[in-house]
């Protein structure tokens, strides 16, 4: 039986109401974590922050140094080593859905060191070496950082290093009796190497991992699991996730990215799982009882329980898949108006994102960046010369979010509100359920200006969670071809923090001019994102899935908005 289960039954007395309430305390975080992708608002709070950006911006630049700069006030509480391969040409598994070829891994590890340090805020440095550069004297890196993870190591005397230097930290830790150091390898042949979490050792195991779950060392065989199966995945913010986990649980300091849970887990304890338990209860009992009443709510539940809660793609679509207004009801109740799990979570600051400041040969303006945002989409006033007048704004052609940015038929409309001040903002884009049908989706968000001309807030109440974002307009072509935006956004109540960036086309198709694609590229990693992260988007709409869906209701809210909002 599950921790979760186990709990509530204690509470409830009945284990089936327990496992179906656990997972309705799940739903939320799933789906209001993808929607905190599309929703949005009041970001950065910007003007007593832009000093403090600025400083975070420069120590973003020395994300491969082992001592990043403290100038924007960070204290380093850990250090990653990245160990990749000696020869430079041996390429890596990362960006498989991407429209580039897949980057060595150096250059992986590279990017993926910068976001570790956008993840931790500057708090965690980060340093990529080779076997070869480490027998020229780099030796201590391996040896000393927190912690250590092997990338696609093949040849005989890279083996031969990893092994030795796994040996030596598994003596030093035993040594010194530590429990804030892991290891890894990832992708280095048929072999593990018995990786180390906080005080597990897979070489080592305890009984006590299996029959005392509340213990550290349990936890680091929990955890060990999860942060193998992240590595797996083979993106960069899965990666960089992964090593949050990590150091959230054993360094000693909180990792904001990943340090609130809507779970019932051992690590939180007995008494705050009883002190959640009781709240949701006591304050938000009608909205349970409505749920597990209905077939439909209470099938979802049982399918919510059956998945990863970090994976937030999958929970998404477990949602989707029995959407309903009970749901979204409980959301209200238990996030929004009680905050049962005491989540809390700010936009993040790391990196920073200059936005275009011309255009056309002028200066960016917002009435120019509205412009730029409202896009293709016909009927509106403030089209900009080179508006094709079409169903929509944008199309997403591809993304470079692993959670928001693979489902296939994204469609953006950005409109003016009936005052003319604001713009609204509506993604439709569609979704493959669970069992097997295609449904579209829909969201509606208020979209303000940004002290920065290029610059927007965007905002929402969804599903009964409030959602704010930060979007920049990074670049765009002259001729309305494309355009570039970036994002970052923190769902509060869920204490859900994420960044990405988006390519947007008039009609969802890459642009084939290679020179113009080379400035995309440019462009992306201008804001710190590296072409290999992206997933490119399916926009086929005589795909099997999309003509099963229907027609996109994409004048679902337009047709009010403009005249109410």
């Known amino acids: 039986m599950r921790v979760r289960s186990f709990i509530l039954a204690s509470c409830a007395g009945n284990v089936p109401f327990a496992s179906s309430f656990a997972a309705l305390s799940s739903t939320v975080v799933r789906s209001t974590a993808f929607q905190a992708r599309l929703s949005t608002t009041n970001t950065l709070r910007c003007r007593h922050r832009h000093e403090r950006i600025a400083l975070l911006h420069q120590t973003s630049q020395n994300a491969l140094s082992s001592h990043p700069s403290n100038e924007a006030g960070f204290i380093t509480i850990g250090t990653v080593t990245l160990l990749v391969p000696s020869s430079s040409s041996e390429i890596s598994t990362f960006g498989s859905k991407s429209p580039v070829s897949p980057p060595?891994?150096?250059?992986?590890?590279?990017?993926?060191?910068?976001?570790?340090?956008?993840?931790?805020?500057?708090?965690?440095?980060?340093?990529?070496?080779?076997p070869q550069e480490i027998q020229d004297g780099k030796d201590e890196a391996c040896l000393e950082s927190n912690a250590l993870v092997a990338l696609g190591l093949k040849s005989p005397s890279d083996i031969q290093y990893l092994s030795q230097t796994f040996r030596k930290r598994r003596s030093r830790r035993q040594e010194n009796q530590s429990i804030n150091s892991c290891q890894f390898a990832v992708g280095c042949g048929g072999n593990n190497y018995a990786p180390i979490v906080g005080p597990?050792?897979?070489?080592?195991?305890?009984?006590?991992?299996?029959?005392?779950?509340?213990?550290?060392?349990a936890a680091g065989k929990r955890l060990a699991t999860q942060m193998t199966e992240l590595f797996q995945k083979n993106t960069s913010d899965e990666f960089a996730l992964a090593i949050m986990l990590f150091f959230n649980q054993f360094s000693g300091s909180k990792i904001p990215w990943?340090?609130?849970?809507?779970?019932?887990?051992?690590?939180?304890?007995?008494?705050q799982n009883a002190k959640e338990i009781y709240g949701m209860i006591t304050k938000c009992g009608p909205c349970i009882a409505r749920c597990l009443n209905d077939e439909n709510c209470s099938s979802c539940l049982k399918a919510l329980d059956q998945i990863d809660t970090r994976d937030q793609v999958t929970s998404y679509r477990t949602v989707v898949s029995y959407e309903s207004e009970l749901l979204r009801d409980f959301s209200l109740c238990i996030l929004q108006k009680n905050n049962i799990f005491e989540c809390r979570a700010e936009i993040p600051s790391i990196p920073y994102v200059k936005p275009m400041d011309t255009w056309r040969g002028t200066q960016v303006t917002t009435e120019i960046s509205r412009g730029i945002m409202i896009g293709h989409l016909a009927g509106v006033d403030e089209s900009l010369e080179g508006s094709l007048n079409l169903d929509v704004s944008w199309k997403v052609a591809c993304g470079a979010n692993v959670a928001y940015d693979q489902f296939p038929s994204q469609n953006q409309l950005f409109y003016p509100d009936s005052r003319g001040k604001d713009l609204w903002y509506d993604p439709v884009f569609r979704v493959e359920t669970i069992d097997g049908r295609n449904v579209w989706c829909k969201r509606h968000y208020k979209v303000r200006n940004g002290r920065v001309p290029g610059?927007?807030?965007?905002?929402?109440?969804?599903?009964?969670?409030?959602?704010?974002e930060f979007w920049t307009i990074v670049d765009a072509a002259d001729d309305l071809s494309w355009v570039v935006f970036h994002y970052a956004g923190a769902a509060g109540?869920?204490?859900?923090?994420?960044l990405g960036g988006l390519l947007c086309t008039p009609d969802g198709k890459l642009p084939k001019d290679e020179r113009e694609l080379e400035r995309i590229w440019s462009v992306l990693r201008s804001a710190e994102?590296?072409?290999?992260?992206?997933?490119?988007?399916?926009?086929d709409d005589k795909s099997p899935g999309a003509l099963a869906a229907g027609p996109a209701p994409l004048d679902y809210y337009r047709k009010v908005a403009s005249v109410v909002g």
């Open 104 to 130: 060595s891994f150096r250059l992986a590890a590279e990017q993926l060191a910068r976001k570790i340090q956008q993840f931790s805020d500057g708090t965690i440095s980060t340093r990529v070496v080779t």
């Open 493 to 498: 109540a869920v204490g859900q923090r994420y």
């Open 258 to 271: 990943v340090q609130h849970s809507i779970d019932v887990t051992w690590e939180k304890g007995l008494f």
């Open 455 to 468: 610059t927007f807030r965007f905002s929402v109440l969804d599903n009964g969670v409030t959602s704010n």
């Open 200 to 217: 597990y050792d897979e070489a080592n195991p305890s009984i006590l991992a299996t029959i005392a779950p509340w213990t550290d060392i």
């Open 529 to 539: 994102i590296e072409p290999w992260e992206l997933f490119v988007v399916d926009n």
